[in-house]
């Protein structure tokens, strides 16, 4: 199995789970460089899975099923307009092409957001949470915010995480602003900046280094939360 990022749109990824005749699809956001892959490496089955309903992780669905209509979609029920689409919830457990996928709840940025564990090895964690940082919570519910990091906190320390943006660099600078004394924090911003400097991926993360340099998930309640994410939407 390999799993690697197509780059999309400003700075989304559409990551790829990959098999000998296989490839699971998480969040096509568009679909031109994905149906180049496809083209050019020829899966005999191909699977969509989807975090949420925002518009930069489904956009290329459409487009994915037209050309290949035997492809499988799965994904949370806010997602709109597939048919057919096997709609997951908080606990499903599914195989997809091989691989044992189970549903996390991580509402906040979207009501109905879900994140994902394959092979109870990786999390694809969507804008729930992003290395050092996490999604905006447009729903306005906190609480439902700060319950999916806490979820993601009692994962086992190594697994790895895969999120849907590039914001690694920009989530370090202001844990970095916050906490300027943390080496651990400087130490990962320097690494960050020489990763995004030759425009390569800050992923995978995993759980224990989140729990590190994440602060997002050490807030004791959820108004410490809400108040460093108010900071972090100013910032």
Request: hydrophobic share 40%.
């Amino acid at each position: 199995m390999n799993i690697f990022p197509i780059h999309a749109l400003a700075d989304n990824y559409i990551w790829m789970i990959e098999d000998t005749d296989s490839v699971v699809i998480v969040d096509p956001g568009e679909a031109a460089e994905v149906l180049s892959y496809i083209e050019v490496e020829k899966p005999s089955q191909i699977a969509i899975l989807l975090t949420h309903k925002h518009d930069d992780h489904i956009g290329g669905v459409e487009e994915i099923i037209q050309t290949y209509p035997e492809t499988n979609i799965y994904g949370p029920s806010e997602v709109p307009g597939f048919d057919d689409m096997t709609i997951l919830e908080d606990g499903s457990q599914v195989d997809i092409l091989g691989h044992t996928v189970t549903a996390l709840l991580s509402a906040g940025h979207t009501a109905g957001h879900l994140a994902y564990i394959v092979d109870n090895q990786f999390l694809f964690a969507g804008d729930a949470m992003f290395s050092a940082g996490c999604g905006r919570v447009f729903t306005g519910d906190y609480q439902a915010a700060f319950d999916a990091l806490e979820t993601f906190s009692r994962l086992d320390d190594d697994i790895a995480v895969f999120a849907g943006h590039e914001y690694t660099l920009t989530n370090l600078k202001f844990a970095h602003s916050i906490f300027p004394e943390n080496e651990v924090i400087a130490e990962a911003l320097g690494q960050a900046e020489v990763l995004n400097a030759v425009n390569h991926p800050t992923y995978p993360s995993t759980i224990g280094r989140e729990k590190i340099i994440n602060i997002f998930m050490q807030p004791e309640d959820v108004t410490a939360f809400k108040d460093l994410r108010n900071l972090r939407d100013n910032f």
